[in-house]
């Protein structure tokens, strides 16, 4: 008899185990995407629309493109989640499954009193959208963008926009009138990699004239455009807050919680202590050998929904599920300018973890916004 398969989330690891499951999933079998956007957002572009390289139309596919493949999507929002009863609540009733893949990301929401009126999320396309503006029109003086906590995704990505934005006013020509300032909880960048790395992203800071200051945490923005940091305060005309990171209040109660407030789940195969309930994605907490959090990214979560897809499909076909998640990404790359960018690699199951950073180079930018194109075309 054939099984249901519920996919919950339409983002990075959603969409890739949809397509992994719908290529090898043999007829007969259900398969079900769930999420409350119509859309998939493509969020590593989102340093590109920015700086005015992008449009939004170029980071976005509808997410009933995937039926083409000969699955279902269903547009709404996860309520809730009954394990023993194998239900998914969901805002006009319930749904239920076989197995179950949970992608629901992390819950990104601005915390710091303040924060939602006085500054810019980059990680929200329509902020982006209004910040790029606000970017054309920028007059010069101190544009600040602040990491309020950890984990936050895309560990790449504050760094990213900060040396795209110093590009950016380098070509054209105000980058005097420009004084760029990060600040971050994180002793150092990269706090989870190898310090070389860090001295290398601070050192590409440093010669893009970008004041990084570390240990420090933003408890409040002012109307008058200061952030109240826990010693001291800095006053700034453009100010960009990431938002806080979360589990998604529906999976609260699941039971499935881990240690630091994130899905847990075995490290290699990504199956939570529920037989048959699977989790990839940002939703993860995943840990070092040496007890560091995994970094949030997309290539974590593109490489466990892969793992997860195929292992589904070898099971259902009578064949033992045999791959596993090892950890580790090469390929990936940071943009650190209009036309240039470094490849990274990691390594995060070695113990200790291993993380390199190259030198830039405008392979590593092609890289990344091929990889771009691929997925919004390959996946839908
Ligand atoms: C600005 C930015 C730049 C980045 N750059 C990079 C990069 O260069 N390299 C890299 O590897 N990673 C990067 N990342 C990180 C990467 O995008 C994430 O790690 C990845 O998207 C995580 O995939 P996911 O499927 O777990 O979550 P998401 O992609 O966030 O998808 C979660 C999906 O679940 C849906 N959802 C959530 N809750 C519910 C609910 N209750 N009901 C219904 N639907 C729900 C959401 O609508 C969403 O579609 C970046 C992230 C950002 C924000």
Redesign the pocket.
């Known amino acids: 008899m054939g099984k249901t398969i519920l996919i ?9 185990a949809a397509n992994v499951l719908a290529d090898v999933l043999p007829p007969g079998n259900d398969l079900v995407v ?4 119509p ?9 590109l629309l920015l700086v005015g390289r992008r449009r939004p139309g170029q980071l976005t596919r509808e ?1 009933t493109r995937l039926e083409e493949r000969g699955l279902r999507f269903i547009q ?4 809730g989640l009954d394990l023993q009863g194998k239900r998914v609540l ?1 805002q006009t009733g319930e749904l239920t499954y076989d197995y179950l893949i949970i ?6 929401q601005a915390q710091i009193p303040g924060q939602e009126q006085w500054s810019f999320n ?2 929200d396309l329509g902020e ?1 959208q209004e910040l790029r503006g606000r970017l054309a029109r920028f007059p010069g003086g101190r544009l600040v963008l602040f990491i309020p906590s950890l984990p ?6 504050p760094y ?2 900060m040396l795209l934005v110093h590009d950016y006013f380098r070509r054209l020509g105000r980058r005097r009138q420009v004084e760029l300032i990060l600040v971050t909880p994180e002793e150092r960048p990269f706090s989870f990699a190898p310090p070389e790395v860090s001295t290398q992203t601070e050192e590409l800071l440093r010669a893009a004239g970008i004041e990084l200051l570390t240990g420090q945490t933003v408890t409040a923005i002012t109307k008058g455009g200061e952030l109240i940091l826990e010693r001291g305060a800095l006053a700034a005309d453009l100010i960009l807050g990431l938002p806080t990171h979360s589990l ?3 999976l609260r109660a699941t039971g499935l919680v881990g240690p630091n407030g994130w899905l847990t789940a075995h490290p290699h195969t990504l199956e939570t202590p529920v037989r048959g309930v699977y989790a ?5 907490g995943l840990f070092t050998p040496t007890g560091q959090p995994l970094p ?7 490489y466990q ?1 892969e793992v997860v897809g195929r292992n589904l499909a070898l099971q259902l076909t009578g064949q033992k599920p045999n791959l596993r998640f090892r950890g580790g ?1 090469a390929g ?4 650190t300018g209009l036309r240039r960018g470094v490849f990274v690699s990691l390594s995060t199951y070695a113990n200790p973890p291993e993380m390199t950073v190259s030198r830039p180079t405008c392979l590593a930018f092609l890289v ?1 916004t091929l990889f771009e194109k691929y997925w919004l075309t390959a996946w839908f």
Do not use: N, Q, W
């Not at 859309?39 to 340093?47: C, I, Y």
């Not at 709404?76 to 309520?79: C, D, F, G, I, S």
């Not at 949030?296 to 593109?302: C, D, L, M």
């Not at 990936?332 to 943009?335: N, T």
């Open positions: 919950l989330g339409g983002g990075t690891a959603g969409v890739a769930v999420d409350r956007s859309v998939h957002l493509f969020l590593a572009a989102l340093p997410l709404t929002e996860v309520e969901i992608a629901l990301g992390a819950k990104r980059p990680y982006v936050f995704t895309g560990a790449v990505a990213e926009i998604p209040p529906c990839a994605g940002d939703v993860l949030k990214v997309g290539f974590f979560a593109h929904a990404a990936a790359s940071m943009l990344k």
